[in-house]
């Protein structure tokens, strides 16, 4: 949620920061501005009121031990109640809309970014150089189908278009992967949390994905109570809510937290040639970081994020390039995105497997969390950041597209191979 005094203070500016992110809220701002200054005019006719009703009642005793007529008294303090609820009821509408209205402004992209979609990002550096191979590679699918990784046709069955089912060495590297990411952050002093993986809705819109991609979401009905809850989309959503609605101590931040969960998303599957096979999935694995800071920290705590990311991915041996996104392609609550992008040969380009953002306050604006300086106790809100530290879905098909030998054996990462036995090859079983 965007600042309301920012809003006031510079609504062109506030304006043209949104069209940069290609997202057009003039109407909607114009009516935040018309929403609080009837808002204000509300809240001050009501205590305007309330303060002359609180001045005739105590003028009653003494009117009546004088002997004079009260009844006029009477018929003002009526008037006064119901006006008084009338506005009431007025400020509540204005307020419910004011809210509406607010929770719909995406977060302000840092102004560095380039204006515009993902054809202004911008490639910061490159490590390492593309692989190349001296035989006709094969498909992930393929190598996965040989050497009986996944199982596609009986994920299918089991669950439908879109998923998937890892099977014997499959499931021993997929969890491999997930325990090498997770050693790194234990290692690096982050706190272990797994979360629920059923959230209530009020998670969704302290981390900004609700309401705009309410419908994006599995959505699981209660038939005991009219709660809504959904399956998280990411472990951001409960990340983010953990301490929703309270006040931290300055000297307990930053908190640095990773949590592996399930991810499921409704919108994941696409019928594009070069994405078959796990590319895309309604059910993928992921390990997710996630800071609080204070203001003035969080730059040096996205660089950390983004480090993290970059390092990850060096250990498994890929190239990759670090992109700068430009606003239009940064989510709706975030300020600023570094994605980190792979080759998947067969994918012919790069794709991001790990995407670091800064929301700065919004997060925390529509979560109510905030912290108390040590000096002068002043009370602010804190900045939020958050980073995949990794999902997998795409780094295994690119882990066994990349490795493979021409027999269709695929080599398995030095980093993974303690979690494997010591295997080193990955080999068709005859």
């Known amino acids: 949620m965007l600042d309301i005094r920012k809003i006031k203070e510079d609504p062109d500016g506030v304006k043209a920061a949104l069209r940069a992110k290609e997202v057009d809220c003039d109407a909607t701002v114009d009516r935040i501005l018309e929403l609080d200054a009837q808002r204000r005019a509300l809240i001050a006719d009501t205590e305007t009121r309330k303060a002359q009703q609180n001045k005739v009642s105590k003028a009653i ?11 006029p008294i009477f018929k003002e303090m009526a008037e006064l109640k119901a006006a008084i609820a009338a506005d009431g009821e007025k400020l509540d509408a204005v307020e419910a809309e004011y809210r509406t209205c607010m929770l719909a402004l995406p977060n302000l992209p840092d102004p560095d970014l380039a204006p515009g979609g993902k054809e202004n990002n911008q490639p910061l550096r490159y490590y390492g150089e593309p692989h190349q191979f001296d035989f006709p590679p094969k498909h992930h699918v393929d190598l996965c189908l040989g050497l009986g990784l996944i199982d596609y046709d009986r994920g299918t069955k089991l669950a439908g278009s879109g998923f998937w089912m890892y099977t014997g060495m499959g499931a021993r590297l997929e969890w491999a992967l997930l325990n090498y990411f997770i050693d790194t952050h234990i290692a690096d002093g982050y706190s272990f949390i797994l979360p629920p993986h059923m959230l209530e809705y009020q998670c969704g819109e302290t981390a900004g994905q609700f309401p705009k991609f309410a419908d994006e979401v599995y959505k699981i009905a209660n038939p005991t109570d009219d709660r809504i809850h959904y399956m998280l989309p990411t472990a951001e959503a409960a990340l983010a809510s953990v301490y929703r609605g309270e006040i931290l101590n300055e000297a307990d931040l930053p908190k640095k937290f990773f949590s592996y969960t399930p991810c499921f998303r409704r919108e994941a599957g696409s019928h594009r040639a070069d994405e078959r ?30 480090g993290k990311a970059e390092n990850l991915v060096k250990g498994l041996g890929f190239h990759f390039r670090t992109v700068k996104l430009a606003a239009g392609d940064c989510s709706a609550s975030m300020a600023r995105t570094y994605d980190i992008e792979i080759q998947i040969p067969s994918m012919n380009g790069y794709k991001e497997v790990s995407s670091v953002s800064n929301a700065r306050d919004y997060q925390a604006r529509r979560g109510n969390i905030r912290f108390r300086r040590e000096d002068g106790g002043k009370i602010e809100f804190v900045h939020t950041l ?18 493979q030998r021409a027999d269709g054996s695929v080599v398995v990462p030095e980093v993974l191979r303690k979690y494997l036995g010591g295997l080193e090859v990955l080999e068709i079983q005859k």
């Open 277 to 306: 096979g796990m590319v895309r999935g309604h059910q993928f694995n992921k390990v997710e970081m996630f800071q609080y800071t204070r203001p003035e920290d969080s730059d040096a705590a996205f660089d950390e994020l983004v």
């Open 61 to 71: 005793p003494g009117m009546k031990k004088a002997g004079q007529d009260v009844a």
């Open 386 to 403: 958050n980073g995949s530290g990794l999902a997998t879905s795409r780094i295994f098909p690119a882990m066994v597209e990349q490795n």
